[in-house]
Structures are given as structure tokens and as C-alpha cells.
């Protein structure tokens, strides 16, 4: 296993950012979504390491980051950037789930990429499956003010996820939900960053023009059809996407079978 060297950038408005590398090759940044630090990438870092110089970060509000207020989507993406300069100016990306939405729309801004991998962007643009409530964020924000964690994690579950409440209720037994409540206050971040805070939810099509390098959109074989059919319309969407489903995947991928995946597309 290739040594973790860990470090951290200081964003455009001074916040620090985090981050574990590890590896040795082009530089790769891996990007989670909701209720995840970085230790949610350790496995794919490992997996990718013998080919990259694998990053994984905290976004702003987890783990060892810091979060100034006000949020902003902007400064986010400003954090992403700072992470690309770190990696030499230009690198290839990697987002899950909401990390892949924030992984779209800083290539669309700063134009230092060299690929995009996107995996499971949860876009609510699907009309066959569940819609997000307009007042999501609103809600998520309104838990948050009264630090109301678990309900928070619960709601998100239920209605952002589409989990039954009785899933969500063993869950909450289970050791790892400590965790998740440690990350609720980050959830109106996702929110917005999946636009969810805004009436229109249609893909931003026009920004993502400015993406001029190629993109794979995957989904998981055995993730809901929801998200394969969101995967699907994200690449339509693009000036120069494929689409790819991973057999046997669910939204939760395995490092192992994605990481060949990553290569071969990233690498040729």
C-alpha cells in the first residue's frame, strides 16, 4: 500500500480544506457526497493508487476542514479548486452522488480538468420517481438551527433518499449512525448544491457547455431505476459524455470494480 501523506489548502475565503494523497501518477480527486468525509474514499484512494496520485478531502463542515459561514455553493467549488492547484494546476475528478454534481459545476467554472467521472448524481429530474420537496432545504435548514441531528439524517433518508421509515429506524441503532449525526449539519449544503433549494430543477445545461473535456456518467445495475435514468440524462446533457452502468453496483460502489473502470476511461 502506497504511504497517505496528509495535508491542507487554505480555500478563497480562508477556510481550510483537509486532505489525505496518496499514490503516485496524474492526479486524481475523489469526491463524496452527503454524510461522508474523507475517510469514505480511503478504499477507492487505495484502489486507484497504483495508477494516480489519489486525493481524498473533507468538504467544508466534515472531518478536519473548517466551514466558514455564509455557505455558499461558490465556495465549495472555490475549495475544489484550491485542491486542483495543489495537484499541480490540472487534474481528473471523480464525484458520488452530490460530490459529482460539485464535480460538474466547478469544471464548468475553472476549466482545469482533465476528465470527469460521475457516479449516481441524485438530479431531481426523474418524473417517473419520487420528487424532492420544494421546501427540502428549507426543512434540512430549520433542523440544523435546532441541532436536531437525528431527525435531520431521518428526514433525509426518508425524503431524500426514498428509504421506508422502518428501514431508517433500525438504522438508527446501528454504530454506525453516531457518524451520520456527527455530518447532519452539512445536509442543507448537499441540498443546495443538487439544487434543490430552487424551483427550477431542470439540469443546467447551459453552464455545463463549458465543460470541454469527456465525461463518463455512470449508474449502478443495481441501484433504482431512478438513478439510472438521472445518470442517463446528465450525460445526454453534456457536450461530450458517455454513459456507463456498472453491473451488480448499487449506490454504494465498490472501490474494486470501479476502480478498473476509472482507469481505463481516465488513462485510455
Known amino acids: 500500500m502506497s504511504e497517505v501523506t496528509t495535508g491542507e489548502v487554505t480555500s478563497e475565503d480562508g477556510t481550510r480544506i483537509a486532505f489525505d494523497r496518496t499514490g503516485d501518477g496524474p492526479p486524481v480527486i475523489l469526491v463524496g457526497g452527503a454524510l461522508s468525509d474523507r475517510r469514505a474514499a480511503t478504499s477507492f484512494a487505495v484502489e486507484l493508487s497504483s495508477s494516480f496520485t489519489a486525493y481524498a478531502f473533507d468538504r467544508r463542515g466534515r472531518g478536519e476542514s473548517g466551514d466558514t459561514p455564509p455557505y455558499a455553493v461558490e465556495r ?125 430543477r431542470s439540469l443546467p445545461v447551459e453552464r455545463w457547455k463549458a465543460i470541454e473535456v469527456p465525461v463518463l456518467a455512470m449508474g449502478g445495475g443495481a441501484s433504482p431505476e431512478r438513478m439510472r435514468n438521472v445518470a442517463r440524462a446528465v450525460a445526454d446533457a453534456l457536450p461530450d459524455a458517455t454513459y456507463r452502468s456498472i453491473p451488480g453496483q448499487t449506490h454504494q460502489a465498490d472501490p474494486a470494480t470501479m476502480a478498473p473502470v476509472l482507469r481505463a476511461f481516465f488513462l485510455g
Open 76 to 200: 465549495e467549488m472555490d475549495d475544489l479548486d484550491a485542491l486542483i492547484g495543489e495537484a499541480g494546476g490540472r487534474a481528473f475528478l471523480f464525484g458520488v452522488s452530490s460530490g459529482a454534481a460539485l464535480v460538474l459545476e466547478t469544471a464548468a467554472r475553472s476549466g482545469r480538468a482533465d476528465g470527469l467521472a460521475v457516479y449516481e448524481p441524485p438530479f431531481d429530474v426523474d418524473p417517473g420517481g419520487p420528487r424532492i420537496p420544494m421546501d427540502f432545504v428549507a426543512h434540512l435548514d430549520e433542523l440544523r438551527e435546532q441541532d436536531r441531528r437525528g431527525e435531520a439524517v431521518e428526514y433525509f433518508m426518508t425524503t431524500g433518499v426514498g428509504l421506508a421509515p422502518e428501514e431508517v429506524a433500525q438504522m438508527r441503532g446501528a454504530p454506525f449512525w453516531a457518524g451520520l449525526e456527527a455530518l447532519a449539519h452539512t445536509l442543507p449544503y448537499d441540498g443546495r448544491v443538487m439544487g434543490f433549494d430552487r424551483p427550477d
